[in-house]
């Protein structure tokens, strides 16, 4: 039972537009959705995160949407650099037995080309 | 500030071998996580405990897998006997959970490449 979906395995853009990653989740019970980067041989590394009570959060290159009703998030980088490509995690977080609990997707392998 | 350390980085070993992978969270950190990733089923949540005691291991395959945190700065995961099927990558992650707000965020360590011939 896959909680977190993420349906592109892989995304590839041009430098300087934009580069959409999206995530689709099942749980109405997760209070905090993250992204992580990672790059080959590293762990993943946080990226942004989103309260279930918002809909957007903006950082730098980086926002974050959040439509609960539909149960969906995105991921969107403009503009897109080299330096970006990656595989990108959507994570989901539950606070459950006394701690949190991320539950990831699958990953989406994100290439950004000069 | 030294990151979350795992070892070794990379482990080939032969099947029916036992294998026993390490971690020493973040000072100060009182989650640890030990995650797996593989081609197909992505980063799955194995364990995680919270001052040093195990407190879900739902994500654990099966009774071949075990793991330990004797304290709070060193953790273990151990495979006895190890099959090929657990070829993956194994990632140690911690935080701090001792927090009014608590996002979710986790520190990872760069992995342990495990490969079971």
């Known amino acids: 039972d896959q909680q977190v979906k993420q349906n592109s395995p892989s995304l590839s853009v041009q430098e300087g537009r934009i580069s959409i990653l999206n995530c689709d989740y099942t749980n109405s019970m997760f209070d905090y959705f993250l992204w992580y980067k990672k790059y080959p041989a590293e762990g993943p590394t946080f990226l942004i995160s989103?309260?279930?009570?918002?809909d957007k959060n903006e950082d730098g290159r980086f926002t974050v949407f959040l439509n609960k009703s539909a149960k969906h998030l995105s991921l969107h980088i403009v503009p897109s650099q080299p330096g970006d490509s990656a595989v990108y995690f959507c994570a989901a977080n539950r606070w459950r037995n006394a701690g949190n609990m991320l539950t990831f997707g699958g990953g989406t392998r994100l290439m950004v080309k000069p | 500030d030294a990151g979350v350390i795992q070892s070794p980085r990379h482990e080939v070993t032969e099947m029916g071998q036992e294998v026993t992978l390490r971690c020493k969270p973040i000072?100060?950190?009182?989650?640890l996580f030990w995650y797996r990733q593989t081609m197909m089923r992505g980063l799955e949540l194995l364990i995680y405990?919270?001052?040093?005691?195990?407190?879900?291991d739902s994500g654990m395959p099966e009774d071949r897998f075990s793991a330990k945190m004797p304290n709070a700065s060193f953790s273990t995961l151990k495979i006895q006997p190890s099959e090929p099927r657990d070829s993956a990558v194994y990632f140690c992650a911690s935080t701090n959970t001792i927090r009014r707000v608590n996002t979710g965020e986790l520190f990872f360590g760069e992995g342990s490449r495990l490969t079971v011939l």
């Open positions: 000072s100060g950190h009182n989650s």
């Open positions: 989103i309260s279930s009570i918002k």
């Open positions: 405990f919270n001052n040093n005691v195990p407190i879900d």
